[in-house]
């Protein structure tokens, strides 16, 4: 059965979302505010989300933002917001598709199994990665060793998520340059070269031989567990 977290503070419209979809058949999760939806997402592992914009403690692009952290999940934005350059931002940091309020419910149940037809069959996803040094909590954008918090920067964490995201994989020069600084940066290696040093002197527990931020020489990094 696909599951649905359903995430808005009109708590009539989750009520009627709710009944409507388990009547199609669907499993419903509900969540009020951004913090609750994104431990919800990661406890309950949603097939699908569909989420307000309009929060009472996140903007929903930040709630979007925290679930690409570690989840592919399909993203459906339900939303009042009429203006493009809203539409463009939800897109743009993660989300899959926008449905203007008010809708009809024939195209919402349209749009969420078109959602997970895209999705297909994948990875798990996994919002805490643990290595014998130290652990990862892609949810809460948060890294801890023996127990406490680890300040990165903003560059460190991008450098760091990107590899975690895509742990035992080879991860090119040129991807993680694209993905953390974007396009404008295709040659900048160096720039790698200093973060990824900072992060191992950070986490590794011998710097000068990482066992988990290893370097491909020629080639790019990898994150190991």
């Known amino acids: 059965m ?20 388990i009547a199609h058949g669907y499993a419903v999760l509900t969540a009020h505010d951004g ?6 997402a990661a406890s309950g592992r949603p097939d699908v989300v569909l989420l307000d914009l309009g929060l009472p403690d996140l903007d929903g692009t930040t709630v979007i933002e925290g ?16 203006e493009s350059g809203d539409k463009v931002r939800a897109l743009d940091v993660g989300a899959d598709d926008y ?54 920067t903003p560059t460190e964490w991008g450098v760091l998520e990107v590899l ?17 600084w974007g396009p404008g940066y295709p040659a900048e290696n160096h720039y790698l070269r200093v973060y990824l040093a900072q ?7 011998d710097p000068g031989s990482p066992r988990h931020l290893r370097t491909e020489a020629g080639m790019g990094y990898r994150f190991e567990l």
């Open 2 to 21: 696909t599951t649905v977290l359903v995430v808005d503070d009109e708590k009539a419209l989750v009520r009627a979302l709710r009944i409507n979809l």
């Open 35 to 40: 913090t609750s939806a994104l431990r919800t």
């Open 67 to 82: 679930l690409r952290g570690w989840s592919r999940v399909p993203i459906i934005v339900l939303s009042a917001r009429t």
């Open 99 to 152: 449905v203007t309020k008010p809708f009809g419910m024939d195209e919402l149940l349209a749009r969420l199994r078109a959602a997970v037809r895209r999705a297909g069959a994948g990875e798990a996803d996994e919002p805490v990665v643990r290595t014998a040094s130290f652990t990862v909590d892609l949810a809460a954008r948060q890294v801890y060793r023996d127990g406490s918090p680890v300040h990165l």
């Open 164 to 180: 975690v995201r895509n742990r035992g994989r080879l991860v090119s020069r040129q991807q993680l340059l694209h993905e953390v």
């Open 199 to 205: 992060l191992r002197r950070k986490l590794e527990p």
